[in-house]
């Protein structure tokens, strides 16, 4: 168990800037050297998306990485690991992420069907002394958050549609965000998918203040100077809404 809190890694209003570069971008024969490069450049947290397919069932038509790779990190990193579980079942993964030691288990609101059940599923990521985060994909309204805001950790807004790194930002997602970041000035707000210097204003002043970014960061000349572009922006954005 980590038990990792947030106010360790800087809870306030506003909240802080921090930046999870997905690793999904990464080369992953060399994940460990990539990691290293890329929080030596800046990064606050890595961004690890859990794609798994069981059976026949998916819930993305893709498949990345599970709980032994999770775990390889932690051995290699104390790096807060920032996990978005694309999965059908995210009930089922728990422990093996928790084992794994992960800090954030970050899941989707549209696999887990009636609000007790989302209820106990946030209940049982804690009480493994991980985090909890909610994720919605782009064609689920916002709203349908606002039940679980009070019990969770952070709230991931969709940009793309969940499955693939390197797709184009959706602007219209901004509305999500304004909408939470009024209602809840210290909310943690990540935004994936899309991200990069092109369109990081938008998501900042929006509210947003979590960004995941993969090809933008991973693909660049100067993975450190985005990175510092990405962080700058959220930090004037907040520094202007307080
Ligand atoms: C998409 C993933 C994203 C993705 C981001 O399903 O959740 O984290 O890797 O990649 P970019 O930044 O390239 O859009
Ligand atoms: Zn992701």
Not at 17 to 46: H, N, R, V, Y
Not at 58 to 86: E, I, Q, S, W
Request: glycine fraction near 10%; aromatic fraction near 6%.
């Amino acid at each position: 168990m980590v038990g990792r809190s947030l106010p360790e890694v800087g809870k306030g209003c506003p909240p802080p800037a921090i930046i999870s570069p997905s690793i999904l971008s990464a080369d992953f024969a060399q994940l460990a050297s990539e990691c290293d490069t890329i929080l030596k450049l800046g990064a606050d947290w890595l961004h690890v998306d859990v794609m798994v397919r069981v059976g026949d069932g998916h819930f993305v038509p893709n498949l990345t990485l599970g709980p032994p790779v999770a775990k390889a990190l932690r051995k290699h990193t104390d790096a807060f690991l920032d996990c978005h579980l694309m999965v059908s079942d995210p009930g089922r993964w728990v422990d093996d992420f928790a084992d794994a030691g992960v800090d954030m288990y970050t899941f989707h609101l549209e696999a887990v069907e009636g609000e007790q059940a989302v209820r106990d599923l946030i209940a049982r990521v804690r009480a493994k002394g991980m985090l909890a985060g909610l994720v919605i994909k782009p064609g689920t309204p916002v709203e349908a958050l606002d039940p679980f805001l009070p019990d969770i950790d952070m709230v991931l807004i969709m940009t793309v549609e969940p499955g693939f790194g390197g797709q184009k930002f959706m602007p219209a997602m901004m509305d999500k965000v304004r909408h939470l970041r009024a209602a809840r000035p210290d909310l943690f707000i990540e935004v994936d998918g899309g991200l990069g210097p092109a369109t990081i204003d938008a998501a900042a002043e929006a509210g947003a203040n979590v960004i995941v970014a993969g090809s933008a960061v991973f693909g660049a000349q100067d993975p450190g100077q985005v990175i510092q572009t990405l962080r700058e922006s959220v930090e004037r954005a907040g520094a202007s809404r307080s």
